[in-house]
């Protein structure tokens, strides 16, 4: 199997209305400041947006039509006259619904009641913002990959090697070979291994983690099918992914660091790909997570003596 590094994040569909806010979120950090400023003032007032020309739009935000332009095609819409239709959309959505009671902007002296709202409404809106932006073409064929592999290996750090590890148990529980490696050395030394047939999925919420991207590189060049879980489909780790799966981006707090929202997020991508294997296997993941069931059954029930 060979591959093409690829050179950026392109799209293949414009996002549905609903998804445009999370797409912003997701795409903003990586922007020019100009192109920020066009994101946010959609993201911020898609109804007012959606009443603007291409040169209205670029006189509110201090830009130009060109960037403009470049916003709404790197958001995944051919030209603006798209974007308007799709703001339009999202205003109407925002209008039928009903504004958020709280925010999760949490203070040092909140009560914990209100600590337990907030985190509650935050990962719902991550949720709902991973839902909406993630790519079910790309995670279907992600599937397509895992469900036939030989073997698959899995890379994170920090908090997304915890994701990696419960990715690992979940696909052994159905009787797949995974393996979720956390050391970056072994990683490395693992990935070497693998060859055409075999899966690698790397796990990284900034899109550059080194000690990721390395191992998948490597798989990548074997000829393994490449899977990468990122908040940043732009940065360096999808130049060596077959499969891109977005996570939404984190809300970071002085109190609530981007690791807690990144694994909600994550979680949440690892749990579709995992239950579209366990479907497209079902006939050898149903009687192995029966099996894993009965061999722990005798934990979880008090032996009588």
Do not use: W
Not at 190 to 219: C, F, K, M, W, Y
């Amino acid at each position: 199997m060979t591959h093409d590094v690829k050179e950026s994040f392109n799209p293949d569909s414009p996002p549905a209305p609903a998804a445009l806010a999370a797409k912003v979120r997701t795409l903003a950090p990586s922007m020019t400041r100009s192109m920020q400023r066009v994101a946010e003032a959609v993201a911020g007032d898609p109804a007012g947006c959606a009443a603007l020309t291409v040169t209205g739009l670029a006189e509110l935000t201090g830009t130009s039509e060109a960037t403009v332009v470049r916003t709404a095609r790197l958001l995944g819409y051919p030209g603006y006259r798209d974007l308007r239709l799709a703001l339009a959309g999202l205003a109407a959505h925002q209008q039928s619904g009903r504004a958020p009671a709280v925010t999760a902007d949490i203070a040092v002296d909140d009560p914990i009641a209100d600590v337990v709202t907030k985190l509650a409404y935050d990962e719902q809106q991550t949720l709902a913002d991973t839902a909406a932006g993630l790519d079910t073409a790309q995670l279907g064929a992600a599937v397509v990959a895992a469900a036939t592999a030989r073997r698959i290996d899995i890379y994170g750090v920090g908090a997304s090697s915890l994701v990696g590890q419960d990715l690992a148990q979940k696909l052994l529980r159905i009787g797949l070979i995974a393996h979720a490696h956390m050391d970056p050395h072994l990683a490395v030394t693992n990935a070497v291994q693998l060859r055409s047939g075999d899966v690698a999925i790397a796990i990284t919420h900034s899109g550059s983690t080194a000690d990721v991207i390395e191992p998948l590189r490597v798989a990548f060049d074997r000829g393994a099918t490449t899977i990468a879980i990122t908040g940043r489909p732009d940065g360096p780790v999808s130049q060596y992914a077959d499969h891109v799966l977005t996570t939404s981006t984190a809300r970071e707090s002085e109190l609530r660091p981007a690791a807690m929202s990144s694994r909600t997020s994550q979680l949440l991508v690892v749990d579709c790909l995992f239950i579209g294997v366990a479907q497209r296997t079902y006939e050898t993941a149903a009687p192995a997570l029966s099996a894993s069931y009965e061999a722990l059954a005798h934990r979880r029930t008090p032996r009588s003596r």
